[in-house]
């Protein structure tokens, strides 16, 4: 039974993909609460910030150069290590689809927090992160504008290729029942 299991990725690239996981998540609550969450998240708001949506700012921008910092290693790794060979039932097609979406990952993985950050360090604007206490942008070299419609884009690709990368994964752990599942796990 076990010759018929598809081989794994090692030990560090299930680690940091799997943090990467856990930071999305907590980067995808924390942006949400930050956008006016009322009901859902407002209680956790309540308790841990006094309702203040903007003391989660500090917790954004940190979870964010997080995935950042995991998205250089991970890429890094990805080019210094052997990868798994393919399984065996995976079409040409499905190797083809699973590289794309892999090189689409990367790229947001970058590019989303990057334009956070850019808009934090180069919009020239200012931003409340407490009572009373602002956090004044360094460089005004870009429009924020621009930058908020970069990062926004960013996440809504990023929101559509993990929908894909976790569809094609289910359908193949699921419906082709070929374990594709474990070669992450």
Do not use: N
């Amino acid at each position: 039974m076990s010759g018929d299991l598809p081989p794994q990725h090692g030990v560090v690239a299930r680690v940091l993909h799997w943090l990467t996981v856990l930071a999305l998540l907590a980067q995808y609550l924390v942006g949400y609460a930050m956008t006016g969450a009322e009901g859902v998240l407002e209680p956790w708001i309540e308790a841990a910030y006094d309702g203040d949506e903007d003391l989660l700012l500090p917790v954004h921008v940190a979870i964010g150069c997080s995935i950042l910092v995991l998205t250089t290693v991970r890429f890094a790794w990805r080019r210094i290590v052997t990868l798994p060979p393919w399984p065996a039932t995976l079409s040409a097609t499905g190797r083809r689809f699973a590289s794309i979406t892999e090189r689409a990952l990367y790229v947001l993985l970058f590019v989303t927090p990057a334009s956070g950050l850019a808009l934090i360090l180069l919009s020239g604007e200012d931003w409340e992160v407490g009572d009373d206490v602002e956090w004044m942008s360094p460089l005004d070299v870009i429009d924020d504008d621009l930058l908020v419609v970069v990062h926004v884009t960013a996440q809504i690709l990023l929101l559509v290729t993990i929908a894909l990368h976790v569809g094609f994964v289910l359908k193949h752990q699921l419906v082709d029942r070929d374990r594709f599942l474990r070669r992450m796990v």
